[in-house]
C-alpha cells in the first residue's frame, strides 16, 4: 500500500523568501505524485504533478517539484513567497491499483510573515 | 483539468436525521468516485472508493451502514450520512477518475456537514 509523510507539520517563511516543503513517500512500483494547496475552508487546488519523464515539474503559481527516486521525495519548492501562499500544502501519491487511490500526507501549513 | 460539482457545500442537520451529498462530474465520465473526509486541521481520509454500477469498497474502521455510498450513474456519486451525530461533522470531499488510462482523480470542492 501507498503512503505519503509530510515531516513539518507547519513552516514559517518571510515574504520573498525561498520555500521547500519536504514530501516522502512509499510505493511499491512508479508512484504518481500530487501536491495539493487548501486554503481555510476551501477544497483542493492541484499545483502540480508528475507522471513520469523530466524528474522537475513546473506548476502553477511559480511552484516546482522535483521526483528524486533513490530518495523517495518530491519535495515542492518556490523560490520567492508571497503572503497569499499561506495555506496548507497536502503532498499525495495515487496507485493503478485500487482504482487509482489517491492518498494524502498529513499537510504543511504554510504561514508567511511580513 | 475536469470539474466535479459537490453539492450543497454546506449543510446543517439534526442529530439522528439523514444527510445526502451529491458529487457530479460535469466534463467527463467518472467510472470511479472516490470519497474523504476531513477532520479540522487533520488530513483527508479516504472513506470508500465507488465503481458505477458496482458496490463501493470502504476503508478498514468505515461504517458502511453509515455511510451510504450510491453510484448509479456515470457522472453521480452519492454519500448519505445515516442517523448522523455530532461526531460525523466534517468535511466531506469527492473525486472522480475517467475510465482508460487516467492517471488522475478530480475533486469536488467539498461540504461542510455540522450536526447538531
Known amino acids: 500500500a501507498q503512503s505519503v509523510t509530510q515531516p513539518d507539520i507547519h513552516i514559517t517563511v518571510s515574504e520573498g523568501a525561498s520555500l521547500e516543503l519536504r514530501c516522502n513517500y512509499s510505493?511499491?512500483?512508479?508512484?504518481?505524485l500530487f501536491w495539493y494547496v487548501q486554503s481555510p475552508g476551501q477544497g483542493l487546488q492541484l499545483l502540480l504533478k508528475y507522471f513520469s519523464g523530466d524528474t522537475l515539474v513546473q506548476g502553477i503559481k511559480g511552484f516546482e517539484a522535483e521526483f528524486k527516486r533513490s530518495q523517495s521525495s518530491f519535495n515542492l519548492r518556490k523560490p520567492s513567497v508571497h503572503w497569499s501562499d499561506a495555506a496548507e500544502y497536502f503532498c499525495?501519491?495515487?496507485?493503478?491499483?485500487?482504482?487509482?487511490?489517491?492518498?494524502f500526507g498529513a499537510g504543511t501549513r504554510l504561514f508567511v510573515k511580513a | 483539468g475536469a470539474v466535479v460539482s459537490q453539492h450543497p457545500s454546506r449543510v446543517i442537520c439534526k442529530s439522528g436525521t439523514s444527510v445526502k451529498i451529491e458529487c457530479r462530474s460535469l466534463d467527463f465520465q467518472a467510472t470511479t468516485m472516490f470519497w474523504y473526509r476531513q477532520f479540522p486541521k487533520q488530513s483527508l481520509m479516504l472513506m470508500a472508493t465507488s465503481n458505477e454500477g458496482s458496490k463501493a469498497t470502504y476503508e478498514q474502521g468505515v461504517e458502511k451502514d453509515k455511510f451510504l455510498i450510491n453510484h448509479a450513474s456515470l457522472t453521480l456519486s452519492t454519500l448519505t450520512v445515516t442517523s448522523a451525530h455530532p461526531e460525523d461533522s466534517s468535511f466531506y470531499i469527492c473525486?472522480?477518475?475517467?475510465?482508460?488510462?487516467?492517471?488522475?482523480?478530480?475533486f469536488g470542492q467539498g461540504t461542510r456537514l455540522t450536526v447538531v
Open positions: 499525495a501519491v495515487g496507485a493503478l491499483t485500487g482504482g487509482f487511490k489517491t492518498i
Open positions: 473525486s472522480g477518475k475517467a475510465s482508460g488510462g487516467a492517471t488522475e482523480a478530480f
Open positions: 510505493y511499491g512500483a512508479t508512484p504518481y
